[in-house]
Every structure is written in C-alpha cells, then in structure tokens.
T-cell receptor
Framework: DAKTTQPTSMDCAEGRAANLPCNHS???????VYWYRQIHSQGPQYIIH???NNETNEMASLIITEDRKSSTLILPHATLRDTAVYYC???????????FGAGTRLTVKP | GAVVSQHPSWVICKSGTSVKIECRSL??????MFWYRQFPKQSLMLMAT?????????EQGVEKDKFLINHASLTLSTLTVTSAHPEDSSFYIC?????????????FGPGTRLTVT
C-alpha cells in the first residue's frame, strides 16, 4: 500500500517557486518525511527531511502541516536543472528501508 | 555528504550469462545496503536488504537464487544477476546506511544500467 500520494506531474516557470505537495495521511508518530529527486538515469538525490517542524536547507524548504498528514516541498527559485522526478517518502527514524512511490515529475520551463 | 559508488555504470551481457554489480561506500562504513531496480518510466522497487555479514532479505517476488547478494565487508556489497535474460534489463541502484539506532541516513549510488541481449 502506498504511504504517500503525489500528483503525477507539475510544470513550473524558471525562476519561480515550485511547490510540490504530498499527502501522507497514515503517517505514524515515529515516521519522518523525506524528499528525494531523481534526474534522468541517475541515482536518487537527497533533498530534505523533517519530522514535524518546518525545515530549510540550501536546496529547499519543507512545510509539514500541524497534523502531519501532508507536506509541501518548496524550491524557491526553480531552474531548468531542477527538472526531475520528486519522491516524497515516509520512513521510520531508526533506518527502515526507503520505499518509493510514483513521485511527481516536475518540468521547469524557460 | 557520504558517497556511494557503483561499478560498472553500464553493462551489456548476453542472455544466459551472469553479471556482477558492485556497490561501495567510499567514506563511511555501511552496516546495511539496499538494492533497487527501476524499469523505464517506473519508480524504484526495493529488491533486497543486506546487513554486513548476514544473508540478504529479499522482497516478495524477487528470486534469491537469481539475484545473489553478498555484503562481506562494511564498504562493499555485490549483486550478481545469474543466467540473465532480456527481462532482467533494468537500472539497478544501491543505497547504503551506517550506524545503528537513531536517524540513519540512506545514501544512493549512481546506478548501473544492465542490458541483456
């Protein structure tokens, strides 16, 4: 059973913010939300993760709702190189395996 | 961040032969390694989990006698596809994690593209 639900695809204009939603309504208290992306024919690249507080790093921001049932990954200024499939994954803290859903194919357009 | 490498990056083999794919953690000791495969236009599917010095745990539907996994050291795991057939053609990706307990990050390799002719 899929633990997360994401839109199949999204478009974003170059230079604008890309907001990628993810629903994880069955998330458990000990599960973190992770975001990875995969550029064509490469291995997944870690972006960010969080438990319940909003997080920000040099790549993106992660906004998690108060009830933790959904989250949004924000790429503040999308570039053409951000075109990729973005995966939202929930995973237990102590190192359970990463199981990938279908992800969202983000296309950044000039 | 931690680096995971895979070798080869791509390989072409004939049907019926075996091919070995290596996964190495370059700057950390990987207590657990994972193997995934990805068919075109599909997501990554977990094949197996291996802990150093132990037998691998395979996901349902993955043939353990066909996909041999060895995790003999803390920096190296190998996946051998035995008697490969064209339907085994896929993108194989490994990942590695270190430590026990707490929040253990998982680092992915660049993948190996296998084509069986």
């Amino acid at each position: 059973d899929a633990k997360t639900t994401q839109p199949t695809s999204m478009d974003c204009a170059e230079g604008r913010a890309a907001n990628l939603p993810c629903n994880h309504s069955t998330i458990s208290g000990n599960e973190y939300v992770y975001w990875y992306r995969q550029i064509h024919s490469q291995g997944p690249q870690y972006i960010i993760h969080g438990l319940k507080n909003n997080e920000t790093n040099e790549m993106a921001s992660l906004i998690i709702t108060e009830d933790r049932k959904s989250s949004t990954l924000i790429l503040p200024h999308a570039t053409l190189r951000d075109t990729a499939v973005y995966y939202c994954i929930v995973r237990v803290a102590y190192g359970g395996d990463m199981r990938f859903g279908a992800g969202t194919r983000l296309t950044v357009k000039p | 961040g931690a680096v995971v490498s895979q070798h080869p990056s791509w390989v072409i083999c004939k049907s019926g032969t075996s091919v070995k794919i290596e996964c190495r953690s370059l700057d950390f000791q990987a207590t657990t390694m994972f193997w995934y495969r990805q068919f075109p236009k599909q997501s990554l599917m977990l094949m197996a989990t291996s802990n150093e010095g132990s037998k691998a745990t395979y996901e349902q539907g993955v043939e353990k006698d066909k996909f041999l996994i060895n995790h003999a050291s803390l920096t190296l795991s190998t996946l051998t596809v035995t008697s490969a057939h064209p339907e085994d053609s896929s993108f194989y990706i490994c990942s590695a994690t270190s430590g026990t307990g707490g929040l253990r990050e998982q680092y992915f390799g660049p993948g190996t593209r296998l084509t069986v002719t």
